[in-house]
T-cell receptor, first 112, second 116 residues
Framework: KNEVEQSPQNLTAQEGEFITINCSYS?????LHWLQQHPGGGIVSLFM???GKKKHGRLIATINIQEKHSSLHITASHPRDSAVYIC??????????????FGQGTILTVHP | DVKVTQSSRYLVKRTGEKVFLECVQD?????MFWYRQDPGLGLRLIYF???????EKGDIPEGYSVSREKKERFSLILESASTNQTSMYLC???????????????FGPGTRLTVL
């Protein structure tokens, strides 16, 4: 079993729909990251969470430390949101090297 | 604006060739990482470095080596390329430290390597 599991692996939506991507992890963590990767592009950081909830524009990320679960929500989805969304965690009590463990990614396609 | 650059976006090599992938960051970060990304497997750590001339094996170091002669530059070397090393290779960097502000990794654009 992977330490970080994302669901779903593939997600197709119509423009305007509310989207949720889930991430579950099995280790104690000091931080959880949500990353975005557009086709052919590099990876950019969307959120870094250690507790609670963060919001940036139409994107909302939540984390429940007790349940070891995080969700990424996209409200009023748009075709430009089409990308791979990746969850990554930094284990608690680790070294100062900042190693991350990644989920397999969720491929999101939003149709007009 | 923070920046991580990689020497090539696309690379085609033949089996048995020695391949160098270069990564440069301009943020004075101590930590640098090399990942490969394959469909269904996500990002997997090959090697990382936390200081000049220091390196640590990641999860899949076999068939790879690295070099960090200068703080801003981290090179990935495929000593004898094989077809199963066809992949997307991503470099990243971050600050050294345990606090939340040290957690974020900044990624390069990636190099898509094809080994024929």
């Amino acid at each position: 079993k992977n330490e970080v599991e994302q669901s779903p692996q593939n997600l197709t939506a119509q423009e305007g729909e509310f989207i949720t991507i889930n991430c579950s992890y099995s280790v104690g963590i000091s931080a959880l990251h949500w990353l975005q990767q557009h086709p052919g592009g590099g990876i950019v950081s969307l959120f870094m969470l250690s507790s609670g909830k963060k919001k940036h524009g139409r994107l909302i990320a939540t984390i429940n430390i007790q349940e070891k679960h995080s969700s990424l929500h996209i409200t009023a989805s748009h075709p430009r949101d089409s990308a791979v969304y990746i969850c990554a965690v930094r284990s608690a009590g680790g070294t100062s090297y900042g190693k991350l463990t990644f989920g397999q990614g969720t491929i999101l396609t939003v149709h007009p | 604006d923070v920046k991580v650059t990689q020497s090539s976006r696309y690379l085609v090599k033949r089996t048995g060739e020695k391949v160098f992938l270069e990564c440069v960051q301009d943020m004075d970060h101590e930590n640098m990482f090399w990942y490969r990304q394959d469909p269904g497997l996500g990002l997997r750590l090959i090697y990382f470095s936390y200081d000049v001339k220091m390196k640590e094996k990641g999860d899949i170091p076999e068939g790879y080596s690295v070099s960090r002669e200068k703080k801003e530059r981290f090179s990935l070397i495929l000593e004898s390329a094989s077809t199963n090393q066809t992949s997307m290779y991503l470099c990243a960097s971050s600050l050294y430290g345990r606090g939340a502000s040290y957690n974020e990794q900044f990624f390069g654009p990636g190099t898509r390597l094809t080994v024929l």
